[in-house]
């Protein structure tokens, strides 16, 4: 089985930023529905910094 290259990278983005955003609000001692609500907040945030950053290393690696 042969994965493209895009979907094992969206896989590793998305893993990353789940074990990410359960380590930052897991640590938290609020409710339980603002620790998801945290959780959403913290996941998104992760996904978008590593796809804002693997975007910067592809266009600077293009124009090198």
Same mark, same amino acid.
């Given at each position: 089985?042969?994965? /493209? /290259?895009?979907?094992?990278?969206? $896989?590793?983005?998305? $893993?990353?930023?789940?074990?990410?955003? @359960? &380590?930052?609000?897991?640590?938290?001692?609020?409710?339980?529905?603002?620790?998801?609500?945290? &959780?959403?907040?913290? %996941? @998104?945030?992760?996904? &978008?910094?590593?796809?804002? $950053? &693997?975007?910067?290393?592809? %266009?600077?690696?293009?124009?090198?």
């Amino acid at each position: 089985m042969n994965i /493209p /290259p895009a979907i094992a990278g969206l $896989l590793v983005i998305t $893993l990353v930023s789940t074990m990410g955003a @359960w &380590f930052l609000s897991a640590g938290k001692t609020v409710e339980k529905p603002v620790r998801a609500m945290l &959780f959403v907040v913290y %996941f @998104w945030m992760l996904a &978008f910094a590593q796809l804002l $950053l &693997f975007g910067l290393v592809y %266009f600077i690696k293009q124009h090198i």
